[in-house]
């Protein structure tokens, strides 16, 4: 059977689940794709935290990894834009795969990244990136890339759709109905990402370039988020029928492209198609 080794850049909460899970699926993975992962490399900032990788693997320089012929695959778990970019378009011009989720590096560096991987032929895998649960960026990248798409508009982040089907749904004010989120692991210690509406925006940027093979920057998205939503607001659109939600839009119009990550009062019936405009 075939085996691939990967490296694992970080070892934090993400990095640490990640090695854990292909620990403790390894079975079922050779099982299902015929190929052995192995973690032979993680990458560490400080050798004096404990991590659930046995020390040998562990490397606070990212020039052994790059200098590692063994390594096939490197996989992003640091998060943040820096040094993560760097790291990444480093990897892939030592003809490494790269296979990453972090929304806000993609966004930020996405026309560099694609053109280190086309020029040294190596993949950058990103899907987990958007709606990471939903296949949406293959869809734009294989079966849909031939189709003329005019529009995408939709609901990206799980953490803030938790906290208002809370305020919607069992009348939580918008400070319950964060903690709550915080407390079961939705929502971040420090949750602005997501609540201002910055990880949509980085998620919409993503979802443009590969829809409209056009970059817009995340700092051209006009953003809000729900922060300053009140009860009174999800009362005001639950009493004309409607239910407010953070949405991202990206449109096409006259050649020119349009973005917008904004709170929407929306139909019942349609989350989507009853926005209000």
Request: aromatic share 4%; no cysteine.
């Given at each position: 059977m075939k085996k691939i080794k990967i490296g694992l850049l970080g070892c934090g909460t993400v990095g640490s689940a990640t090695y854990e899970i292909l620990q403790m699926n390894a079975d079922k993975?050779?099982?299902?794709?015929?190929?052995i992962i192995e973690v032979a490399q993680v990458f560490?900032?400080?050798?004096?935290?404990?991590?659930p990788v046995p020390k040998r693997l562990l490397t606070t320089n990212f020039q052994n990894m790059l200098d590692n012929p063994e390594l096939e695959i490197i996989v992003e778990l640091m998060g943040g834009i820096e040094p993560a970019s760097t790291y990444m378009l480093q990897a892939l011009k030592a003809k490494?795969?790269?296979?990453?989720?972090?929304?806000a590096a993609v966004a930020a560096h996405y026309a560099d990244l694609i053109q280190m991987?086309?020029?040294?032929?190596?993949?950058?895998?990103?899907?987990?990136?958007?709606?990471?649960?939903i296949p949406v960026l293959d869809a734009l990248q294989a079966p849909l890339n031939s189709n003329e798409i005019e529009e995408v508009l939709?609901?990206?982040n799980g953490t803030t759709n938790y906290i208002l089907t809370q305020m919607i749904e069992s009348g939580k004010s918008y400070e319950t109905a964060l903690k709550l989120a915080q407390e079961k692991g939705f929502a971040e210690a420090d949750p602005r990402a997501d609540v201002e509406g910055i990880d949509s925006a980085n998620k919409l940027s993503i979802l443009l370039a590969l829809a409209f093979d056009?970059?817009?920057?995340v700092?051209?998205?006009?953003?809000?988020?729900?922060?300053q939503l009140k009860s009174v607001d999800i009362k005001q659109a639950g009493d004309l029928g409607y239910k407010i939600?953070?949405?991202?839009?990206?449109k096409k119009d006259g050649g020119k492209f349009t973005g917008l990550c904004s709170t929407n009062a929306c139909s019942q019936r349609s989350y989507v198609s009853g926005c209000l405009q």
């Open positions: 993975i050779a099982q299902k794709t015929g190929v560490v900032r400080s050798m004096e935290k404990n991590y490494k795969h790269v296979v990453t989720a972090n929304k991987s086309a020029e040294n032929q190596v993949m950058l895998r990103f899907e987990a990136s958007v709606a990471g649960g939709g609901i990206v056009e970059i817009v920057p700092e051209t998205i006009p953003t809000s988020g729900i922060s939600k953070l949405l991202v839009r990206g």
